[in-house]
T-cell receptor, first 117, second 112 residues
Framework: AQTVTQSQPEMSVQEAETVTLSCTYD???????LFWYKQPPSRQMILVIR??????QNATENRFSVNFQKAAKSFSLKISDSQLGDAAMYFC??????????????FGKGTKLSVKP | NAGVTQTPKFQVLKTGQSMTLQCAQD?????MYWYRQDPGMGLRLIYY???????DKGEVPNGYNVSRLNKREFSLRLESAAPSQTSVYFC???????????FGQGTRLTVV
């Protein structure tokens, strides 16, 4: 069974600085998706970034980028120029990509990010 | 676009009461899901429906039932609520594969 581990329950960053959130996962599949979701106090689940495992290039979305190390099964999120609005819970998630999968996401336990002004 | 709409947003139940959480999506997705979120646990899958007319258990199905009423709607029922079911519940939908998953706003349920 696939698992996702986030080893940092809480992280803190100074406004305008850079922070990296860690995520490791376990799977025997070669093709899959990895995600980072942001959950602000409003509870809404917001997709931050998505990585397709067969793509070697790391995904980037504005100030958010990932370091995807497939062999090490590592998927970290880097937030550059941190803003107060980045404060939230961040969840790493795994999703199968092959047909016939049940299609659900497997989540880590989350990292609470605080941003100091 | 409404996306995934779930109701209610908040609910307080007494132990032993029953209730149904409603979920509807307007994106013509085949797959729909119910997750629960507990502090320090991330989101865990309760039930899912890969297509209209089918439902299957996820990681934590005990104490819940689901109905895929049609392609749009997927409801979650608590027959006899217990304090252990105090949680935040999320409905979600996706295409057959997981590359695009959309979440509802969540329901905060408290069982006293």
């Amino acid at each position: 069974a696939q698992t996702v581990t986030q080893s940092q329950p809480e992280m803190s960053v100074q406004e305008a600085e850079t922070v990296t959130l860690s995520c490791t996962y376990d799977t025997s599949e070669s093709d899959y998706y990895l995600f980072w979701y942001k959950q602000p106090p409003s509870r809404q689940m917001i997709l931050v970034i998505r990585q397709e495992a067969y793509k070697q290039q790391n995904a980037t979305e504005n100030r958010f980028s990932v370091n995807f190390q497939k062999a090490a099964k590592s998927f970290s999120l880097k937030i550059s120029d941190s803003q107060l609005g980045d404060a939230a819970m961040y969840f790493c998630a795994y999703g199968a990509s092959y047909g016939g999968s049940q299609g659900n996401l497997i989540f880590g336990k989350g990292t609470k990010l605080s941003v100091k002004p | 676009n409404a996306g995934v709409t779930q109701t209610p947003k908040f609910q307080v139940l007494k132990t032993g009461q029953s209730m149904t959480l409603q979920c509807a999506q307007d994106m013509n997705h085949n797959s729909m899901y119910w997750y629960r979120q507990d502090p320090g646990m991330g989101l865990r899958l309760i039930y899912y429906s890969a297509s209209e007319g089918t439902t299957d258990k996820g990681e934590v199905p005990n104490g819940y039932n689901v109905s895929r009423l049609n392609k749009r709607e997927f409801s979650l029922r608590l027959e006899s609520a217990a304090p252990s079911q105090t949680s935040v519940y999320f409905c979600a939908s996706s295409e057959f594969r997981t590359e695009r998953t959309f979440f509802g706003q969540g329901t905060r349920l408290t069982v006293v």
